[in-house]
């Protein structure tokens, strides 16, 4: 038994549908699926449904953007309450900033004398929660640049003419959060941060697990965040970050931590959920 526990859909920067990722992950002999769209649920009860008549087990998640030590991480909210108003209320917030982001991320291009208009992105990307690939995506589609790559590299990324930083809320504070909706909150693909120290005040802070298995990690890093991971009495978890095509192949399959993995997610979020010293009890 197999899980993949970081994929997108259309919700945000995916291609796929929620259907579409279910039918993916049984075609790659995945058991155990979680949808992790950037600042959003919204994908999770049609693919829940998919999974249920699919046979598959489902487990509800959203990749949130926090911020530790002056650097931006990724934090995967796993198994949290879909309509808990909190949360609810601050990926609205999250969503909100995105489309502002999308606005500015428009006038700085203009301003560079590239046509764009916000409306035509909008339209493009087709969700709530927008992003840097659907700005790319509408660059290729008018012609601007010819590959999404290209966008990155000339106007999107990090200190390019187009680029606009993203709102994000501290770790703690997203960990605390996604607590409070009754989840888990994993560091994701912490080998693609290259800033290592802000593991360990995130694990202070109540961070669960890191995951370790990740489409863009090397062996060795895999390696190094396994044994970062038991040091530090952390859960680990993985998942391939399938955007569907919108980053070339689809990477679903790619990854595939044993089912073992989610049953200690489970354990660890059982042990929280009884009063007494049992809750800080569980190995990692
Ligand atoms: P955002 O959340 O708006 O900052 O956009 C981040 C998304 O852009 C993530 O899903 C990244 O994986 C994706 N991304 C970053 N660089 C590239 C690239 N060169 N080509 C395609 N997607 C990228
Ligand atoms: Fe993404
Ligand atoms: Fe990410
Ligand atoms: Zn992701």
Redesign the pocket.
């Known amino acids: 038994m197999f899980a993949d526990l970081h994929l997108?859909t259309h919700f945000s920067?995916g291609t796929y549908s929620p259907e579409k990722v279910v039918e993916s992950g049984r075609e790659h002999g995945l058991s155990i699926l979680a949808l992790t769209d950037?600042d959003t649920l919204e994908g999770c009860a049609r693919a829940a449904a998919a999974c249920a008549a699919a046979g598959l087990e489902f487990i509800t998640g959203a990749e949130l953007?926090a911020e530790q030590g002056g650097h931006e991480v990724h934090l995967l909210a796993y198994f949290v309450a879909t309509d808990h108003p909190r949360l609810s209320r601050e990926m609205a917030k999250f969503q909100a900033v995105?489309q502002d982001?999308i606005r500015e991320m428009v006038f700085r291009l203009n301003r560079i004398n590239i046509p764009l208009e916000a409306a035509a992105v909008f339209a493009l990307a087709n969700c709530n929660a927008p992003?840097?690939?659907h700005v790319?995506r509408a660059l290729v589609s008018a012609g601007h640049c010819r590959t999404?790559?290209e966008a990155?590299?000339r106007y999107l990324?990090k200190h390019r003419p187009a680029w606009v930083p993203?709102y994000r809320m501290s770790a703690a504070h997203a960990i605390e959060l996604v607590h409070e909706a009754g989840g888990l909150a994993v560091m994701a693909h912490p080998g693609l941060n290259r800033s290592d120290e802000v593991i360990a005040p995130m694990a202070e802070a109540g961070l669960d697990g890191l995951e370790c298995f990740h489409s863009r990690h090397s062996t060795m890093q895999m390696e190094q965040y396994l044994a970062l991971a038991e040091g530090l009495n952390l859960l680990v978890t993985g998942g391939s970050d399938c955007?569907g095509e919108?980053?070339g192949r689809p990477l679903i399959g790619s990854i595939k931590p044993p089912s073992d993995y989610v049953a200690r997610m489970k354990q660890r979020l059982a042990a929280r959920a009884r009063p007494g010293p049992a809750a800080h009890a569980t190995a990692a």
């Open positions: 997108h920067d950037h953007t995105r982001r992003g840097r690939p790319a999404l790559d990155f590299e990324k993203k955007h919108s980053k």
